[in-house]
């Protein structure tokens, strides 16, 4: 690997180990996480600093810098729908007590943009911080892919038993999702885990973002109210943003109910890993 984006990458791995809940690291922290010298988590801290992607705060201890309020608030501006869907998921972590999830598709990856703050007490979760999750074994994955009509990715390892591997059973399940508007999986990305997840749209029906949420698997079934919750926030946002519907959909119940090892939605409960 070429020796500036094994840098770049080293970079991006510190930046994105702060989050909601860890919003100051120190210097000993950072080196002890990441496995590296202290002296070479020194050099990129040192570097980061001076460019404004972080900001130290006192002896040893760091913070997001000012400039990335500045890039994010560039890249919020050429996203109008995110404002209203990041809004949309706080309420439905409120309501529903789950940890809430956007996720969009970006080329062949699925990745995770925001997170709720609700729904997240107790220790952290394997998955909870990942920024591209496995599309194959997550809610939002298996609905994105299959809205946008893509096969199986190439690379779909099982993690566990449940996980979908094979193209005969991803193309029975990506007509259901497509149907139903709505994916599921039950312990698919890890043992004890399930989720939800919707589709956000625009105006001529445009897949913005998928809005979804955690829970323990077996949850998903019989929660019509967990269910309509998520409904209500996706279409409520995807009215504001121009779209206005595409017929009747099924009103009651988590959708089709797929079989084992067909893989449906994702989320899971305190310790385990949460689908988005």
Known sequence: MPRTLSTVQSAVRLLELFDADHTEWTLSALARHLGQPTSTVHEALGTLTHTGLLR??????????????????????????????????????????????????????????????????????????????????????????A???????????????????????????????????????????????????VPIRGEGGAVLAALGVSLPSGHGRGHEGLLRALRDAADEVSWALGFRGAGPRRAAGPGPALQAGDGPAESPAHGHTPDP
């Open 56 to 145: 130290r705060v006192g002896r040893g201890r760091y913070r997001l810098g000012w400039r990335l309020l500045k890039l994010s608030s560039a890249l919020y501006g050429s996203l109008p729908w995110y404002a209203p869907a990041h809004d949309a998921m706080e309420r439905v972590a409120r309501r529903t007590h789950c940890l809430a999830f956007l996720c969009v598709l970006d080329g062949e990856r699925v990745l995770c943009v925001a997170r709720s703050v609700q729904g997240r007490g107790g220790p952290p979760v394997a998955g909870e911080l990942d920024f591209e999750l496995p599309a194959h074994a997550t809610a939002s994955g298996k609905l994105l892919l």
């Open 147 to 197: 809205l946008a009509g893509r096969p199986l990715p190439l690379q779909a390892p099982a993690f566990t038993p449940q996980t979908v591997t094979t193209p005969d059973v991803w193309a029975r399940q990506a007509r259901e999702i497509r149907a139903a508007a709505l994916a599921q999986t039950h312990d698919e990305w890890a043992p004890g885990t399930g989720s939800l997840a």
